[in-house]
């Protein structure tokens, strides 16, 4: 029986969406260097929430710092 060409892909599991998206913030901060997470937020392709889960798991890893001058939080690879 041939798939339906209307049938939804399946959703990535939580886990594996906040790994994926580690991923992708630690090459956007590989690129860009330190960087405010609002920004971050705005330039990824992702939920804010993904995004704030991934950060987490960087610096839980050790992989990231995350600074906050003039209440700007911002976050760099660890280098």
């Given amino acids: 029986?041939?798939?339906?060409?209307?049938?939804?892909?399946?959703?990535?599991?939580?886990?594996?969406?906040?790994?994926l998206t580690a991923g992708n913030v630690w090459h956007?901060?590989?690129?860009?260097d330190a960087t405010p997470v609002a920004k971050l937020i705005r330039e990824?392709?992702?939920?804010?929430?993904?995004?704030?889960?991934?950060?987490?798991w960087l610096a839980q890893e050790g992989k990231i710092t995350l600074d906050t001058v003039d209440r700007v939080e911002t976050i760099?690879?660890?280098g």
């Fill in 1 to 19: 029986m041939a798939p339906q060409p209307n049938a939804a892909a399946p959703e990535i599991a939580m886990p594996e969406r906040v790994g």
């Fill in 28 to 32: 956007y901060l590989a690129e860009n």
């Fill in 44 to 56: 990824l392709p992702e939920e804010e929430k993904i995004i704030q889960r991934s950060i987490g």
């Fill in 76 to 78: 760099a690879l660890k």
